[in-house]
């Protein structure tokens, strides 16, 4: 048997029928008329709490719509991607020109309010999300440590004015103003790194809107989706977004943090990096995931081919257009493995890919072939596919692809594990482990050596610790997290007080 860097074990048969899958182009999803360019009806899965049915495929607003290169026609990307289906459209106030082509492609497609020729019922069937890279709510507030405070430009700073201009640059003519009836179907915080940059976007919630600090992103907003006041910083009651979410590609416990910390149910999608490589890092799947699922929130993945890094470009944020990828994939890594591990993730509803070149020749079309390779059941491979398909991911230099992701710190033991004492009872309280490349299977309740009893994981759907409560005497207790291979991680000794 061959054996993969994960600790786990790859059959010699299956690499064997995985190489011959990957020179043929074949895969274990549905069979399909490879290259023929069109399918009559796009696969949706729905989205989460949202009601809306999305296309498994999502256009991601980086790649030639961002650093378009010379001979490249970003709006016609765009308006091909509308043609075939495809109902979910990702963009960013940090992705350069990007709004502005969705702008160019939407005046082609009917898709701005008030202009002659205006499809209301054709805008209401697609789902238009962009971002702000920005934590405060307004400007002027003093920079913290890995905290973005504004964006710079003639819109204005903070993240009102970043919804704004999403709405100017793509309804309006990216001087300020958008139409009256513009709106996105969802505003994301984006790339959320860190837990300073949390405690802010929640200013405003968890503590006064008075508060000298400042307002997050969030508080201000929750205002713009409502048409409320609260932070009065939406005077005149505008409704300019309908749902909120977040992204991030770097550190699950992070992006755990946000969810979890979430009173108010605001947060309606997540946007998070998931590949074949994910379980080579501190990986989104078995922690970030599980956690949206049990919210019920709708979730997008990224990064299928990381950024192209699964081939010829290096392992880094792209920069400009000699970093897009113009191709179908490549014989040792074809394109269509990595969009099917991605979307038979547990819990990801759409997956965005971003579109470097189009052709009219179907079989060397990017969007054609990701949206053929997209139709797909979430349930089509089983966990051994999954495992076959990740040995892809070794291909590409050595399975080290996600430099944007935290690296591997395996299983971990409960978080903040503590010990009270009554008259009555002894009572053990914990936070959620965080899982290795295995999923969480259960809690161990250890006492003075000696298994007490069992308890089962859930996600932890808040900041309220898991809580666990004994009669029995003891002075001495542990609490154990154990993974679905049966591997364990232990907290520190527990001391029951005096």
Not at 277 to 298: E, I
Not at 340 to 362: Q, R
Not at 461 to 474: A, L, M
Request: proline letters at 5%.
């Amino acid at each position: 048997m061959m054996k993969r860097s994960n600790g786990s074990m790859l059959t010699r048969r299956g690499f064997m029928r995985l190489s011959a899958a990957a020179a043929t182009g074949a895969v274990f999803g549905p069979s399909l008329a490879r290259g023929a360019g069109a399918i009559s009806q796009p696969l949706t899965r729905h989205f989460g709490r949202i009601n809306f049915d999305v296309t498994t495929l999502g256009l991601g607003g980086q790649a030639s719509i961002q650093w378009t290169p010379p001979d490249v026609d970003p709006v016609a990307i765009i308006t091909k991607a509308f043609d075939l289906g495809v109902n979910y459209f990702d963009t960013s106030n940090a992705y350069g020109p990007s709004q502005l082509n969705f702008g160019k492609a939407f005046d082609q497609l009917n898709l701005i309010p008030g202009r002659d020729g205006y499809d209301a019922q054709r805008r209401e069937s697609i789902f238009l999300a962009s971002k702000t890279m920005v934590r405060w709510a307004e400007g002027g507030y003093p920079e913290r440590p890995n905290v973005r405070n504004y964006t710079e430009g003639e819109h204005g700073e903070g993240a009102v004015a970043d919804l704004k201009r999403s709405l100017s640059q793509m309804f309006g003519n990216d001087d300020g103003t958008y139409p009256e009836g513009a709106y996105l179907d969802l505003f994301m915080i984006h790339n959320l790194t860190a837990y300073e940059e949390v405690d802010v976007v929640y200013k405003g919630l968890e503590t006064p809107i008075e508060d000298e600090d400042g307002i997050g992103a969030l508080a201000a907003l929750r205002d713009y989706r409502d048409g409320s006041n609260h932070t009065g910083l939406n005077p005149d009651g505008e409704k300019l977004v309908r749902h909120l979410g977040f992204s991030g590609h770097h550190d699950a416990p992070v992006m755990m943090d946000m969810i979890q910390r979430d009173r108010w149910d605001l947060l309606d999608a997540v946007l998070v990096s998931i590949n074949v490589n994910d379980r080579r890092y501190r990986n989104m799947q078995y922690n970030v995931l599980p956690l949206a699922q049990a919210k019920n929130m709708a979730v997008i993945g990224m990064k299928a081919f990381a950024d192209a890094a699964m081939y010829a470009k290096e392992a880094r944020w792209s920069q400009d257009s000699d970093d897009v990828y113009r191709r179908v994939g490549s014989q040792a890594i074809p394109s269509q493995p990595l969009i099917e591990y991605a979307l038979t993730t547990p819990t990801v509803h759409s997956l965005i890919v971003g579109i470097g070149e189009i052709n009219d020749d179907p079989r060397n079309c990017q969007l054609v072939r990701n949206m053929e390779a997209a139709q797909i059941a979430p349930d089509a491979l089983d966990t051994a596919q999954r495992r076959d398909l990740e040995s892809l991911g070794l291909r590409a230099k050595n399975g080290e692809t996600n430099w944007f992701q935290l690296a591997d710190r395996e299983l971990t033991p409960p978080q903040n594990a503590r010990i009270e004492n009554s008259e009555t009872a002894i009572r053990l309280s914990w936070d959620t482990a965080y899982a290795g490349d295995e999923p969480l299977a259960k809690y161990e309740i250890v006492r003075e050596g000696e298994l007490l009893d069992t308890v089962e994981h859930q996600p932890q759907t808040s900041k309220t610790p898991f809580r666990y409560e004994t009669e029995t005497s003891g002075k001495e207790f542990q609490i154990v997290a154990v993974d679905a291979a049966g591997r364990k991680a232990v907290s520190d000794t527990l001391s029951v007080p005096a």
